[in-house]
């Protein structure tokens, strides 16, 4: 059973960052695939990104793709989300998640196995 606890969400500004951490503990975070969702209110919980085991191979939505970075630390448990030029559309609960899949491409919600609390991140226009 893996727990998982985020941090690093707040209030930004439109066009500011954000570096969110995702820490993994009870189960060999190495053997995981990670992935960072996100949901609106009102909407359905999206996928942002994902990064395979090793860390070589990343995947990220459209929306995001050149602004965030996803990055892991496995000697730490901890997997990042590095969010850059941060536009009021990004606004939601952002949850990291786990998966025992080595396959880092599902944008499905239901192909992670486990999952973090969330935490908000609001951004002003």
């Known amino acids: 059973q893996v727990q998982l606890v985020e941090s690093g969400g707040g209030l930004v500004q439109a066009g500011g960052s954000l570096r969110l951490s995702c820490a993994a503990s009870?189960?060999?975070?190495?053997?995981?695939?990670m992935g960072w969702f996100r949901q609106a209110p009102g909407k359905e919980r999206e996928f942002v990104a994902s990064?395979?085991?090793?860390?070589?191979?990343?995947y990220y939505a459209s929306s995001v793709k050149g602004r965030f970075t996803i990055s892991r630390d496995n000697a730490k448990n901890t997997v990042y989300l590095q969010m850059s030029n941060l536009k009021p559309e990004d606004t939601a609960v952002y949850y990291c998640?786990?998966?025992?899949?080595?396959?880092?491409?599902?944008?499905?919600?239901?192909?992670?196995?486990?999952w973090g609390q969330g935490t908000q991140v609001t951004v002003s226009s």
């Open positions: 998640a786990a998966t025992s899949r080595s396959y880092i491409y599902y944008t499905q919600p239901s192909r992670y196995n486990y």
């Open positions: 990064i395979s085991w090793s860390g070589s191979s990343t």
């Open positions: 009870g189960g060999t975070f190495s053997s995981y695939a």
